[in-house]
């Protein structure tokens, strides 16, 4: 039999509110209130149940992270062995749940936005390496959840965070000159991405 906040509550010497406050990091909690109903919980290895925290908060705790139509991009590029890195280590730090969504085609991209984001499941989305005119973006921009995109995207009014392509082809171009190299070339990514 699973625990509730009110057995918990009952094995601090404290009220089911109190332990919810506790859980839910209110600065209204005694530090001595706080650390007993902490080891009370730590002793019983009690969870809060999901559901019920999803129902009360109306938040699920969960962020999504796309990587449309480029599985195979995931495993030949550094890059995104590095990007999920860091958004899971920024995730377990919020104590948020991080949902991967691969796509091996444009067909089981499409099935994402009725089947996830409009699901109610997420509480946010991470897209990256969107093509130019995707119709993902399109949706999420008419939707209701919270989104921001990794890149910069091709039409205005999208939240982005993005790298300094230009700079960063400086330094290399300078860190190349600098080793007595004198000609450099370069490869781009697909052209059907902004940053390509």
Known sequence: MSLTLEDI?????????????????????????????????LRTGYSPNAAARSLVSGRTGVIGLVIPSRVHSLFEDPYFSRLI???TTAANKAET????????????EAELY????TAGTL?????TATRMGDPLVARLIAGALPWVMVGRPDIDGVSYVNVDNHDG???????????????????????STTAG
Request: proline share 4%.
């Open 9 to 41: 509550g009952r094995l601090a010497g404290v009220s089911r509110s109190t332990v919810s406050r506790v859980i839910n990091r209110h600065s209204s909690v005694s530090p001595d209130v706080r650390e007993r109903v902490q080891e009370v919980i």
């Open 85 to 87: 890195q860091g958004i």
């Open 97 to 108: 749940t991080l949902a991967l969504f691969l796509f091996q085609d444009e067909e089981e």
């Open 114 to 117: 009725p089947r996830v984001v």
């Open 123 to 127: 509480d946010g989305l991470i897209v």
């Open 169 to 191: 082809a400086r330094q290399a171009a300078a860190h190349l000159c600098g080793l007595g190299r004198r000609r450099i070339g370069m490869i781009g990514g697909p052209t």
